[in-house]
């Protein structure tokens, strides 16, 4: 149970390391389920293109779900979205580069997945095989003979060599080969592209907005760090919570059964007994509760917290308005008090 639990700190303390690779792993195992994934063209017209377009968008949405899903920062994000401003406004500027943060990691699979179907070659003769120039690759004057639902019709299955049955048309090896090339042209500009955006993003945009960056990254590194020690600290007071109300009802439950089996023995013991004494222990754990001591009170405080965060501003717990005073009310009333000494 130790191992696990320091594996869990690692991991915690070195969050950003852990989800890099676990982008890594998922965009090698896209590559890896599209290599066992078997793709069946179904070389019907009207249907290449719509089974083609849901093998190339489909699994891409999905992995870049998985890759929100998979991020802790998720709901920290829509947390602090949809809080109440409080005494603490959002900053959109934060907000979107948390988002953006998470995006660019749960990106990288999808765009694997794309890039290797492209270079693969075989959605991409599924969907355009009805679109080979075939009075330039094939046999024009036997093209002109058919009509156009029939060379549609014929065309339509040259990605399926067991049915084709238009070489005399056009050669099948002819237009696999032509529309192989013109996907792969497609891949490598497209992994070419992504490259070039990925440069951009991680590397020229901090250049020219450094300081509206920075504040950005702490900003978003403070509402993390300040989300897990809240965390911390609400484990630490539910530990100590739940430890005080067990050792109160077995000390309860101890006191019952004797009084109930030393009733007459208790009647006529003297009246003044010595109260138990308070080890150092359970001082401990009445300080980590810090006065919250029932659960309505520990309520109020995480509605409170959810509703209205303490503001930004170390060394006073509110902001003093133009009169001086916290919250902006009338100032209360004076008490003044008189002392009287007596030289008697």
Known sequence: MDKFRMVFQFLQSNQESFMNGICGIMALASAQIYSAFDFNCPCLPGYNAAYSAGILLAPPMVLFLLGLVLNNNVSMLAEEWKRPPGRRAKDPAVLRYMFCSMAQRALIAPVVWVAVTL???????????????????????LALS????????????????????????????????????????????????TTLL??????VRPCFTQAAFLKSKYWSHYIDIERKLFDETCTEHAKAFAKVCIKQFFEAMNHDLELGHTHGVLAMAPAS????????????????????????????????????????????EETLMGNGWPGGGPRPPRKEVATYFSKV
């Not at 270079?119 to 004057?141: E, H, I, Q, R, Y």
């Open 198 to 203: 990925a440069f951009v993003v991680r590397s």
């Open 146 to 193: 058919l009509s156009p639902s029939e060379l549609t019709r014929l065309l339509a299955r040259v990605p399926c060599p067991e049915i084709y049955d238009g070489d005399g048309l056009l050669a099948r090896e002819v237009a696999v080969r032509y529309l192989r090339c013109i996907s792969q042209a497609l891949g490598w500009s497209f992994v070419l592209l």
């Open 273 to 316: 007994s010595a109260a138990p004494a308070i080890t150092d222990s359970a001082k401990e754990d009445r300080e980590k509760l810090r006065g919250i001591t029932n659960q309505g009170a520990m309520n109020r405080l995480l509605m409170s917290w959810h509703k209205c965060k303490p503001p930004l501003q170390l060394g006073q």
């Open 119 to 141: 270079l693969d070659g075989k959605c991409f003769l599924c969907a355009f095989c009805t679109a080979v120039p075939v009075t330039v690759l094939g046999n024009s004057s």
